[in-house]
């Protein structure tokens, strides 16, 4: 058969000789037929193990018939909001309605209603009450126990019992629900697959499963925040596949969300055969009226090299989602993709990047994790290297030596995050050279995040020391090359922990650094990550000890205008923030010193002769670096199979 899209009418399965499909995605995605898009990614997996897949993206959740337009499944319909959390998607920090919507047609907004994956759950029900539903993706991955929702500002209970479907996939889930999959094939019955890993499911009694951590009742955690707090701890040290346990959480006397341990990492291979099946690599031409899907933009010419992230930023929920051990496609593999990609007509010569939620992570921390699994109470890099730690890129060097060379290839560039600790922890200057030399165009965006090593440990960050010394790594090796690059450095304000002396110590390096970041990150509380946990509970769940956490929007404004003090409009909470920390000496004439002078109208003029920095790279210099952020940055969004999270 020649290749084609899967099947999103009766008319694409009447080509293919169906009377049905034996699972269809209902997706809030539109549909991109890629790798990094996760309805595809499973699909495709699913039709090569000869399964009949069809996809339903984007349907009028107004209309339950919408979900209908492919038939009754044979199994189950599999429901996922698509490749972001569908409140992340709609709405920034302020919890104002963004604009666009990057994975729908044209970038359009409303394709999808909020809170996606119940109603589309609901949709499903409506139209076959008797067929399975099984959910997963993000949404579903990060609110499938009870948890703390920052757009309703309510603790809420696990999305399986909100959204009604019979089991949940957390994590990338490919393996769970291949077996899923065959047990549907061989006759089981959805209420008997309690047995798969990486699945959550509900549950009249525990008698069954004498050693699971039972874990504290919803109503408790509703009534006592601290003891979320304690839950959440218990559940981060359970994410490895190899020492997690059965985990339940009860709902009154005889109901319970059950979690299984997580699906095993895959192996080279898996990955390889996965992100090699035969994908169209574009949007669906139905999309082509609207001008394609603009997500696409970013993954088209990129690869997926690794995926799982053993930095464990407490903001971030990788851990939680794709696991701690770093999991690698081969040199191969990769190299047979970017090959495919210079006989794309629109392929210009450069891929974009070759990476994944860590670019520099080719390998897990250490080879303990492979049989005795990650450490449930210590950290690979936080709040130093581990002794036990391989900090080792050759393996990376060598693959981008290898696609460097490829007939066609002008230039690799990697784009997606790199741990400038681990390259620190690493005594071997090729990676950084190499870097420098060829896959960056100017500047290098790195995450320091903050500059107090309080806020800093709270986030999971190495000491501000550690970035400090790698600014003079990187200048230096660039001086040596004759290259003039900078580094472009994502902060965060409000995150907890940090105190308006905090915001001020951070503003104080923004003007050492000669450069105001025309965009700032707040932390923006998402689902399942520890530092949402700090938000909400005040309490750090690795060891229970009290947080402080900006909480109201006054105070939060008020951080995120002292990283952004040059700006005439911030002068107002800057001054009131500066006269409330006692560092009235920050307000004065000396640029070289103060932040803000004395009087509003010298402000304006300060501002206006600062015009022409903005946007500008400054000149380098032992202080003179890039900051920028980006509004809505977050380290969560994910799949069931998606590429990496998004800052």
Not at 384 to 406: G, M
Not at 418 to 442: K, N, P, Q, W
């Amino acid at each position: 058969m020649t290749r084609d899209f899967l099947p999103v009418t009766k008319e694409d399965m009447d080509k293919r000789g169906w009377d049905e499909c034996d699972f269809v995605f209902v997706t809030g995605d539109a549909y991109v037929d890629h790798s990094s898009f996760g309805m595809a990614l499973l699909g495709r997996l699913l039709e090569s193990r000869g399964f009949r897949v069809g996809i339903v993206a984007q349907p009028d959740w107004k209309d339950p018939s919408s979900v209908t337009v492919l038939g009754r499944p044979r199994y189950a319909f599999l429901v996922s909001s698509g490749n972001m959390d569908s409140m992340v998607n709609h709405y920034t920090v302020n919890k104002k309605k963004r604009s666009s919507d990057r994975y729908s047609p044209g970038g359009a907004s409303g394709r999808r209603p909020d809170y996606a994956l119940s109603v589309y759950c609901n949709l499903a029900k409506a139209a076959y009450r008797d067929v399975p539903v099984i959910v997963g993706g993000i949404e579903a991955s990060l609110r499938r126990l009870a948890h703390y929702d920052y757009w309703s500002d309510r603790f809420r209970r696990s999305i399986l019992l909100d959204c009604g479907a019979d089991i949940l996939v957390y994590g990338m889930g490919e393996k769970a629900l291949c077996e899923i999959a065959d047990c549907f094939s061989s006759g089981l019955s959805v209420k008997d697959m309690t047995f798969i890993r990486g699945t959550v499911y509900k549950a009249r009694s525990l008698e069954d499963i004498p050693d699971a951590i039972v874990l504290p009742d919803y109503e408790s955690m509703s009534k006592d925040r601290k003891k979320y707090a304690e839950s959440f701890g218990i559940q981060y040290k359970n994410t490895d596949s190899i020492t997690a346990k059965v985990l339940a959480e009860s709902y009154g006397t005889s109901r319970y969300v059950v979690q299984n341990p997580p699906q095993h990492p895959l192996t080279t291979q898996e990955m390889d055969d996965i992100y090699e099946l035969p994908y169209m690599n574009t949007y669906h031409p139905m999309y082509e009226k609207d001008g394609g899907v603009p997500a696409l933009d970013e993954v088209r010419f990129s690869l997926t090299s690794n995926r799982g992230c053993f930095g464990s930023c407490s903001f971030c929920s990788l851990a939680f989602h794709e696991g701690r051990v770093v999991q690698a496609r081969s040199h191969d593999s990769l190299i047979r993709e970017a090959t495919a990609m210079t006989e794309d007509p629109e392929f210009k010569g450069y891929i974009h990047d070759v990476g994944g939620p860590t670019a520099n992570f080719r390998r897990p921390s250490c080879d303990r994790q492979l049989s005795k699994g990650v450490c449930p109470h210590t950290q690979c890099l936080f709040p130093k290297p581990c002794k036990n730690l391989i900090a080792d890129h050759s393996d990376y060097v060598e693959l981008l030596r290898k696609l460097r060379k490829i007939p066609g290839v002008k230039k690799v560039f990697i784009r997606s995050g790199i741990r400038f600790d681990y390259v620190m922890a690493d005594s071997d200057d090729t990676f950084l050279r190499e870097l420098c030399r060829h896959h960056i165009s100017g500047q290098l965006r790195v995450a320091p995040e903050h500059v107090s090593d309080e806020v800093l440990r709270l986030m999971g960050k190495p000491s501000n020391k550690v970035f400090r010394d790698f600014v003079r790594r990187y200048e230096k090796i660039n001086s040596e090359t004759g290259k003039k690059q900078y580094i472009v450095s994502y902060l965060i304000s409000s995150h907890p922990g940090s105190t308006l002396k905090d915001a001020v110590a951070l503003a104080e390096m923004v003007r050492d650094m000669g450069y105001m970041p025309e965009q700032v990150q707040d932390f923006y509380p998402t689902p399942s990550t520890v530092s949402t946990v700090m938000y909400y509970t005040g309490y750090d769940p690795r060891d229970m000890k009290k947080v402080y956490t900006a909480t109201s929007a006054h105070e939060k404004a008020m951080q995120r205008a002292l990283i952004q003090y040059r700006k005439p409009e911030n002068y107002d909470l800057v001054k009131e923030a500066l006269i409330k920390t006692g560092r009235t000496d920050l307000i004065g004439y000396d640029r070289n010193v103060c932040l803000i002078p004395p009087r509003k109208q010298e402000e304006r003029k300060a501002s206006s002769r600062d015009a022409d920095l903005k946007g500008k790279v400054p000149k380098s210099s032992s202080r003179g670096k890039t900051v920028s952020g980006n509004e809505g940055r977050v380290r969560n969004t994910g799949r069931a199979g998606g590429k990496k999270s998004t800052r």
